[in-house]
Every structure is written in C-alpha cells, then in structure tokens.
C-alpha cells in the first residue's frame, strides 16, 4: 500500500489556487501539517478562514536566496505545491516577470529536489508551450521544461484556463473574459470552459493523494480538471 508524507507544503499560499490548496489540505485527515514559504508576514486565520489553522506553519525566508533558505524548511519525502504567480502589470516588467514565475519557481522546485519531496504539483497555465508567441504561456512552458529535467520523483502540472474565484487584482482582460464567459460556459468544451479555483486544488491534491498514479510526469489539462471536479 502506498504511504504519503503527512506534511504538505505550499509556495504561492495566499493566492487564488493557493488559498485553495491550503484550506483543503488542511480538511484531509492524512495531513497533519502544512508548511507556507512566503517573503512577507500575513495574517493565517485572515487568510485561511475555512482552513483548520491549527496544522499550518508559516515560515518567512528571503526569496532573494530562495533555494536555500527553503531546503532546511523541507522534511525529506514530503509533498509539495508551487502556486506563485504574477502579472506583467504586477511585476512591471517582462524581465520581473520571468524573475517570479519562473525564476521563483524554479528556484523552490530545485530546493524540492534536494530536500527528496515525494511528489511537487506545479500550477502553471492552459496554453504553457516554450514555442508560444505568448510571452506569459511561452515562460510558463519553460518551467514545465525547466522543472522535468530536474528529474523529480514524481511532478503534476496544473493547466487551468481562465480562473473562476480569483480574488479582485488588477487583471481586468480576465474579469471581462470572465464577465463575458461565465453564462455561456456550460456550453463551452471543457478544455477551454473557465474553471473555479477551487477545482485546480482539488485535481491537483486529488492526483497526488488518491488517484493511483505510476508516471513521473503527468499534465492535468484543463478538461481533466473539470472531469476530476464532477465527483466534487
């Protein structure tokens, strides 16, 4: 029988999809803690108000040295999520972006490697491909490709479409989109159907604590989501 690390721990808590893996993370009987890597202090019971608090550890490093001041946070065989995400509005610039989303990222998948997580479930974006001619899919498709090489045990890509649920920021091309699609979204094909943030977190624990898994490497479409949220 399989046996999974009782400790989770989540990078990008306070996000959209981050909020969401945290609180229902925390709800599984067969978590017993979980650890929040941020550079800023907040305010857990705020943030997390559905989240039993009790299991969540919340421990503040200098992302400037990321990688390793996350590795000693890291218990060997653990299981851990990357939620980080910006804009290009929030970051400034397309350099600044690249920094965090893939940069970021990258750094904590390599502070994952050689603290030996079991499993890392990354949330990266519908579209990710390094040969886009988006620069926001083309970065998230090199982390995809950044990520695999660096041969993890076991590593979920998350691609969500348009996000349902995310909290106000300044994302005004996705509140229209989203203004605009959610009426007409049951009649949407579900790869592209906008989908909540509650469902991202949940395929994503849903593939990494109870669906039987033998790849490597597995790539949760956006349908799949969808699929895996029915049962919800």
């Known amino acids: 029988m399989r046996t999974i690390s009782d400790t989770a721990i989540v990078l990008g808590a306070t996000g959209a999809v981050g909020t969401q893996l945290v609180t229902q993370l925390s709800q599984r009987e067969d978590v017993a803690n979980i650890i929040l890597i941020s550079r800023r202090a907040f305010d857990v019971l705020l943030n997390f108000p559905d ?4 299991k969540i550890t919340h421990q503040i490093i200098d992302f400037e040295q990321l990688e390793q001041q996350a590795k000693p ?13 910006t804009t290009q509005k929030q970051a400034g610039s397309k350099a600044n972006f690249r920094q965090i989303d893939h940069g970021l990222v990258i750094a904590f998948a390599r502070a994952c490697k050689a603290a030996e997580v079991s499993k890392l479930g990354v949330v990266t974006a ?18 995809e490709r950044d990520i695999q ?4 045990p ?6 969500p479409s348009l996000l349902l649920g995310r909290p106000d920021d300044d994302r005004f091309a996705e ?32 593939v990494t604590y109870d669906a039987e898994n033998t790849d490597s490497s597995l790539v949760l479409s956006n349908g799949t989501m969808h699929q895996r949220a029915v049962k919800d």
């Open 51 to 54: 989240a039993i608090t009790s």
């Open 73 to 85: 946070l890291i218990p060997a065989g653990s299981v851990a999520f990357i939620a980080l995400g």
């Open 126 to 143: 519908f579209g990710a491909n390094i040969s886009s001619v988006s620069f926001y899919n083309r970065v998230k498709g090199e982390v």
């Open 149 to 152: 090489a660096l041969n993890l």
């Open 154 to 159: 076991s590593v979920f890509f998350a691609r």
């Open 175 to 206: 509140k229209l989109a989203d203004s605009l699609l959610t009426p007409i979204s049951s009649f949407l094909p579900a790869s592209v159907r906008p989908i909540s943030t509650k469902s991202v977190a949940s395929a994503l624990i849903d």
